[in-house]
């Protein structure tokens, strides 16, 4: 159980554009889920906390005009990458927790490799 | 403030050696839960274990095996009888009663297991 899908696992785009990532939770219903970020050799970075049917709540740093995120339902999350540079190129990783509790296990998809050009 | 320390930055051993990720940690919440995942070279991070405050047994499954101390504030991760299998980056995480659900993550170990 507890499985949570990411989509696409790899996207190479040109610079200007914009690239979506889809989180899915598969197997249960997620309150909460997580957008990270994590450059090569380093820890995870939190770019956004995401509850069904609200705002996303967007760390310190992170622009949210930049990071669009939609959680549309109790299973799907979505992050756009609006304009997209070089420097945005990343490993991004989704998390799905089923509840917003203190100590609620995060569970992780496999992550979207994103290269831009 | 929340804070997870994994002074071991890499480590290598070599096949069916044991060997010990260590994992300290800094919080204000007396309750609060310690987490320890394992991220592949494939990218996803695998869910390895959760342990809440008040729960200080250790716990065993197969290989792996945790030892929480709070006197130390320390969380450590013993894998007995490497694999090559089991190289890959191992994070500790915190999640303290305050912050919900969010974590907190140490800055990795990297294991890497020569056959």
């Known amino acids: 159980g507890a499985v949570v899908s990411q989509h696409p696992s790899r996207v190479i785009c040109k610079s200007g554009t914009s690239v979506k990532i889809e989180c899915r939770s598969l197997d249960f219903q997620a309150t909460t889920m997580f957008w990270y970020r994590q450059f090569p050799k380093q820890s995870l970075m939190l770019m956004a906390t995401?509850?069904?049917?609200?705002?996303?709540?967007?760390e310190q740093g992170v622009e949210k005009d930049k990071f669009l995120i939609n959680h549309a339902s109790l299973t799907l999350s979505t992050l756009t990458v609006t304009s997209a540079h070089p420097e945005d190129s990343s490993f991004y990783i989704c998390s799905a927790s089923g509840g917003q509790g203190p100590g609620e296990t995060q569970y992780f998809g496999p992550g979207t490799r994103l290269l831009v050009l | 403030a929340q804070k997870v320390t994994q002074a071991q930055t890499e480590i290598s051993v070599v096949e069916k050696e044991d060997v010990t990720l260590d994992c300290v940690y800094e919080?204000?919440?007396?309750?609060?839960?310690l987490f320890w995942y394992k991220q592949p070279p494939s990218g996803e991070l695998v869910f390895l274990i959760r342990r809440n405050s008040f729960d200080e047994q250790n716990e065993i499954s197969g290989r792996y095996s945790w030892n929480f101390q709070k006197s130390t504030s320390s969380f450590n991760f013993t894998i007995t009888a490497s694999q090559v299998v089991d190289s890959a980056v191992y994070f500790c995480?915190?999640?303290?009663?305050?912050?919900?659900?969010?974590?907190?993550f140490g800055g990795g170990t990297r294991l890497m297991v020569k056959p």
């Open positions: 995401s509850n069904e049917g609200s705002k996303a709540t967007y």
């Open positions: 919080t204000r919440d007396t309750t609060y839960y």
């Open positions: 995480a915190l999640s303290g009663w305050n912050a919900g659900n969010m974590l907190t």
